[in-house]
């Protein structure tokens, strides 16, 4: 049961965006995220057109959205900010998508604190790309978050070292038409409203 919300343009831009992500995710076959990663991810979240800026600060600024299981199936989609962190764009452009797989609790765990620093407060790792059981790596089975980036349609495993993850309210507030926290959507409470539900009904394929 979906719920219409008042959700802004430059809101349902960025969730078109994210599906469109998703959907070239799903068809790179051997070039692709490993869909079996896939559903072993606990949530994921995609930043589409995360940005460089001043080049001076190395400066990077996205913003996109996570969704995680529930006992119900995938979790309406939370706003967050991704800011912060030194690499990513070594394969060229000013801008690329994010994909993040949260793999465990403990991942799960930093994302419920509203806030968290990718390397520091959780372990992240570049994810494997491909099919097979390149999924099997020791840094893809310990690490909390994986993490890939996508640049003029090409993936790459990237470990966003540095990088901050944090809610954000403003995108919650435009989707749902009130103030919520990450944690109080991705526990499963909230109804997925109606502009997310094409990007729920790709997360339900894993």
């Given at each position: 049961?979906?719920?219409?919300t008042?959700?802004?343009?430059?809101?349902?831009?960025?969730?078109?965006?994210?599906?469109?992500?998703?959907d070239?995710?799903a068809?790179m076959?051997?070039?692709?995220?490993?869909?079996?990663?896939?559903?072993?991810?606990?949530?994921?979240?995609i930043?589409?057109?995360?940005?460089?800026g001043?080049f001076?600060?190395?400066?990077?600024?996205?913003?996109?959205f996570?969704?995680?299981?529930?006992?119900?199936?995938?979790?309406a989609?939370?706003?967050?900010?991704?800011?912060?962190g030194?690499?990513?764009?070594?394969?060229?452009?000013?801008?690329?998508?994010?994909v993040?797989a949260i793999?465990?609790?403990?991942?799960?765990?930093?994302l419920?604190?509203?806030?968290?620093t990718?390397?520091?407060?959780?372990?992240?790792?570049?994810?494997?790309?491909g099919?097979?059981?390149?999924?099997q790596?020791?840094?893809a089975?310990?690490?909390?978050?994986?993490s890939w980036s996508?640049?003029?349609?090409v993936?790459?495993g990237?470990a966003?070292?540095?990088?901050?993850?944090?809610?954000?309210d403003?995108?919650?507030?435009?989707?749902?038409?009130?103030?919520l926290?990450?944690?109080?959507?991705i526990?499963?409470?909230?109804?997925?409203?109606?502009?997310?539900?094409?990007l729920?009904?790709?997360?339900?394929r894993?």
């Amino acid at each position: 049961s979906f719920v219409a919300t008042p959700a802004s343009g430059q809101t349902l831009a960025r969730m078109e965006d994210t599906v469109a992500v998703f959907d070239e995710l799903a068809t790179m076959g051997d070039r692709a995220i490993p869909a079996d990663l896939l559903k072993k991810a606990q949530c994921v979240a995609i930043v589409p057109g995360l940005k460089k800026g001043a080049f001076v600060v190395g400066a990077k600024y996205g913003r996109g959205f996570v969704s995680c299981r529930t006992d119900a199936g995938w979790s309406a989609p939370a706003g967050i900010r991704m800011e912060g962190g030194s690499i990513g764009f070594q394969i060229g452009g000013t801008e690329v998508d994010v994909v993040l797989a949260i793999m465990n609790r403990r991942g799960v765990d930093r994302l419920l604190s509203n806030r968290f620093t990718l390397g520091a407060d959780a372990s992240v790792a570049a994810g494997p790309i491909g099919r097979t059981a390149a999924a099997q790596t020791d840094a893809a089975m310990t690490a909390e978050i994986l993490s890939w980036s996508r640049s003029r349609g090409v993936f790459a495993g990237v470990a966003f070292e540095g990088a901050t993850l944090r809610g954000d309210d403003d995108a919650n507030l435009d989707l749902y038409g009130k103030r919520l926290e990450m944690r109080q959507i991705i526990k499963g409470a909230t109804p997925v409203p109606a502009a997310a539900a094409a990007l729920i009904s790709r997360l339900a394929r894993y």
